[in-house]
């Protein structure tokens, strides 16, 4: 995807040109230096969120969250590095909010999430959550179960996952079926369709956390290849 510049060479961090429309700037703040960022149009009943699969800097690979003002509220940077082991959610300001590690036993790999609070010599803390994979031999569906760490039993199923191997757009549920979330190819203010790296976030259930939200929409582009 094409980008704009936006602070000079020395710094390389970037703006797609899809950010480049006629709405009212905003300021956004990079270590002390600001930049201009426009505005999004905003969805009329749900919270939306815009995710931009790549890093501001230097177009890595990440992901870049929006909210609806145009605000950059989530951000994962991982340089040259695709589908990595682990990676970080931070906040626009960089704090750390969550880190996401693979785990691998022989064909199966979990996906576990650590909320973060500080406490970084902590080596035996329990993961807040775990992503598994719903195995399902020759098929296109892609299912994934969220848990709450500790209790593995069917009742302890938070959310799941469902979209299509090399798919972007997915849906997420609630134990009981309700749809929490559902993503889908953004479209411009004047209804282009923008590439596939490029989301919009719709929250049906507007009442979540939205860093663990976020973290496990990232798992999800990770199983999928995508960051």
């Not at 390389?12 to 002390?32: D, M, T």
Request: glycine share 8%; hydrophobic share 40%.
């Amino acid at each position: 995807m094409e980008a704009h510049k936006v602070f000079g060479k020395e710094d390389g961090i970037f703006c797609p040109k899809w950010l480049n429309v006629s709405f009212s700037p905003i300021s956004l703040f990079f270590g002390g230096e600001a930049a201009c960022f426009p505005c999004m149009t905003a969805d009329s009943k749900a919270e939306t969120f815009t995710l931009w699969m790549k890093s501001l800097i230097m177009q890595g690979n990440g992901l870049t969250v929006f909210n609806e003002n145009g605000q950059i509220v989530f951000r994962i940077d991982n340089y040259d590095e695709k589908s990595s082991r682990e990676v970080s959610l931070m906040d626009l300001g960089g704090r750390l909010l969550f880190t996401l590690r693979r785990k691998s036993i022989w064909f199966v790999c979990d996906w576990e999430g650590f909320k973060e609070d500080g406490n970084v010599n902590n080596e035996e803390r329990k993961p807040f959550f775990r992503v598994k994979k719903v195995l399902g031999f020759f098929s296109k569906k892609l299912s994934c179960d969220v848990k709450f760490y500790g209790d593995e039993s069917p009742a302890s199923l938070c959310y799941r996952f469902e979209g299509l191997w090399g798919k972007t757009t997915f849906r997420i549920l609630d134990n009981r079926g309700g749809v929490v979330a559902e993503a889908k190819r953004k479209q411009s203010s004047i209804g282009v369709l923008l590439g596939e790296d490029v989301l919009s976030l719709v929250l049906v259930q507007t009442n979540l956390d939205h860093s663990l939200l976020m973290a496990l929409v990232t798992v999800y582009l990770l199983i999928q290849h995508r960051i």
